[in-house]
């Protein structure tokens, strides 16, 4: 299986909307591809892992880079796994005025079964968003 891991930055002048329809899509090509996963969002950025078989997590790739709803797409982990480490899709996604440390706990309970690394970088980019 493969896990993806990537960065990007929002477009659009309507975040939450486009977080709605993005979800519906996801959790419909997701259930049919077994891809699994979790999707941050704080409106301004995203950070996605996507985790699967091989050649369906690289389709769900291409289409998503092709995106318009977000640019500046960096990978910032791309790795063989043994087993998934993203439970059932989850969307984590904290709105505006929502509570910052109970987010950040829900995170790493999200978080906990991916590899040190991947953990690391889904707790310091919502770590970053708490202080900023
Ligand atoms: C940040 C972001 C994350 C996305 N994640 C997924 C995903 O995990 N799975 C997926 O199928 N589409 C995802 N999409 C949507 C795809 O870019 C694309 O719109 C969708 O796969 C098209 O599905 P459809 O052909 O069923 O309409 C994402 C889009 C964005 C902007």
Redesign the pocket.
Known sequence: MLQLVYI?S?RGTDPAA?LR??LL??Q???AR?G?T?L?Y?DGLR?L?A?EGPADCVEA?FE??K??P??WAIVVLSRREIEAREFGD?EMAHRSTGADANSFVRRVQLLTQHASPNVRATFESFVELRRVA
């Open positions: 990007s929002a486009a329809d993005i899509a996801s419909r090509n997701n591809d891809i996963g999707l969002s995203f996605q996507i769900a289409r998503i092709a995106d709803r977000h899709w």
